[in-house]
């Protein structure tokens, strides 16, 4: 297990118009094209990579490879981003950085990657954003279409570089709320199901006496139970994620109303096509066998069956109606309570779907098919170099914290994250419980007695206890918790 960290609060992001290359020719550089201006990103992820050991015998020579160790020749590898939703209206651009990973960290490295692929093999990046995301937008925005377009000019043309959208389902939302248009992002067949079975962690909710009715916003209630039933989850994957061999996830560091935090686990249900084969909660209060917000505000009941009948698909009359009805009303009820769609730390459901994502992407290999042994490689990147605070995933505040680490351990990678957040990830199920897994395990680390590398010197990892200097905001409904 490797825990490399850069934290300088002077880091900003560069400017887009010189596709994020760097300004500086390093030895192993073999794209020629150079940035007229600062780009002190490029040198952080470079920074971070030798910091870690990669490679350490060959580096500051042409021949450096860091991710050679993790990613051989004719490799398929994806990077998995967190483009979650375009900014809109008058957001500020702190804010939708704050959101989003930027395209400066995702082009240094896709460099490195084609560095270990050495002419063999193929990268593609994205992810699969809100069904409601303009796919267009949100990579203008991000940066993530200039990365496209540099490497269609500059690449060398033996390695393909794709920016893919892994959704293949997508909907339109006018202004009044009501869904216009939904169709799908690929008319391909991208798909991959793999069930669990009882090896999930949803299967656990199951008793005698309760049958989960499982739940994720703006979709088909009876779509997301037909897709898990006691001793069957099963989960839709885009089949670009199943058919890598290496995939690197690279997530904003911030916060998460229904987990906590968004990091690399919670990272993974970006690789999925159909969403709506996630469940986020439990329909109704724990009284009643759910976990969509607590037995004190019974009075949402009527909000949370409004829900239902609009996204059910024999609900046609008046259905425009009935949207725009939801929509708003939803958006009043979350200058109250943020509580509504399981956004409180009594969601005991949305962590164990993510933590269930993590082991299959780990343990399916490219017929769709679970092993006991690992498929493939999975490598963390967090982007924190402005990170999100307070009402995440969604609304986040912005913090300039000019932070990037490096783990090839996605769960030691996200248990520093939370403690460079100033969180005790004992707090987090979806970390807490991410350890110790009897099948399909995710880690077998310690990495409470772990070393890290933070800034050039080497120190425990109880040395991020109270945080970078800045303990991020917890989610509103998470305060007393966190």
């Known amino acids: 297990m490797i825990v490399s960290i850069i934290h300088d609060p002077n880091i900003k992001y560069p400017g887009g118009g010189d596709y994020f290359s760097p300004d500086h020719a390093w030895p192993e550089y073999r794209l020629g094209h150079l940035s007229g201006k600062p780009n002190p990103v490029y040198a952080a992820v470079r920074t971070c990579l030798a910091q870690a050991g990669l490679d350490k015998n060959n580096f500051g020579q042409p021949g450096w490879n860091p991710l050679g160790e993790y990613i051989s020749p004719g490799n398929r590898v994806f990077l998995l981003c967190n483009f979650v939703k375009e900014k809109e209206g008058f957001g500020s651009d702190a804010g939708f950085e704050a959101k989003c990973t930027h395209a400066s960290v995702i082009r240094a490295v896709i460099d490195y990657v084609l560095l270990a692929l050495n002419g063999?093999?193929?990268?593609?990046?994205?992810?699969?954003?809100?069904?409601?995301?303009?796919?267009?937008?949100?990579?203008?925005?991000?940066?993530?279409?200039?990365?496209?377009?540099?490497?269609?000019?500059h690449g060398n043309g033996a390695v393909n570089v794709n920016l893919v959208d892994l959704r293949q389902h997508i909907i339109r939302r006018s202004a009044l709320g009501d869904v216009t248009t939904n169709f799908h992002a690929?008319?391909?067949?991208?798909?991959?199901?793999?069930?669990?079975?009882t090896d999930s962690l949803l299967d656990q909710l199951y008793s005698s006496t309760q049958q989960p009715r499982f739940r994720v916003l703006d979709y088909d209630p009876r779509r997301t139970e037909g897709c898990h039933q006691r001793g069957h989850h099963r989960y839709i994957l885009n089949r670009r994620i199943i058919e890598s061999d290496v995939v690197i996830s690279i997530p904003k560091l911030k916060t998460h109303e229904k987990v906590g935090i968004t990091c690399g686990i919670k990272g993974c249900v970006g690789a999925v096509a159909h969403k709506d084969c996630l469940a986020h909660h439990r329909y109704g209060p724990p009284k009643r066998g759910g976990d969509e917000y607590s037995d004190g505000l019974s009075a949402l009941a009527v909000f949370s069956a409004l829900h239902d009948r609009v996204y059910s698909s024999n609900a046609s009359a008046g259905r425009s109606i009935l949207h725009s009805v939801n929509y708003f009303s939803r958006k009043v009820i979350r200058r109250f309570t943020r509580a509504l769609s399981g956004s409180w730390p009594g969601n005991d459901?949305?962590?164990?779907?993510?933590?269930?994502?993590?082991?299959?992407?780990?343990?399916?290999?490219?017929?769709?098919?679970?092993?006991?042994d690992p498929q493939r490689t999975h490598l963390l990147i967090t982007d924190g170099i402005i990170g999100g605070e307070g009402d995440g995933p969604l609304s986040p505040l912005p913090v300039s914290l000019g932070y990037l680490g490096f783990c090839d351990d996605i769960v030691a990678g996200d248990y520093g994250n939370a403690l460079a957040m100033g969180f005790d990830p004992q707090h987090l199920p979806i970390i807490r419980e991410s350890f110790g897994l009897a099948k399909y395990p995710l880690t077998d680390a310690d990495p409470s007695l772990a070393e890290i590398r933070i800034n050039g010197r080497t120190a425990s990892i109880s040395a991020l206890r109270n945080g970078l200097g800045k303990k991020f905001l917890p989610p509103r409904e998470w305060r007393q918790t966190l």
């Open 120 to 153: 063999k093999g193929s990268i593609a990046f994205g992810n699969a954003p809100l069904q409601s995301c303009d796919w267009s937008a949100v990579t203008q925005q991000t940066g993530a279409a200039q990365v496209q377009e540099f490497y269609s000019k």
């Open 186 to 197: 690929d008319s391909g067949d991208q798909c991959v199901e793999v069930d669990l079975n």
């Open 349 to 372: 459901t949305c962590w164990r779907m993510a933590v269930d994502l993590a082991r299959i992407i780990k343990y399916t290999d490219k017929e769709g098919t679970l092993h006991s």
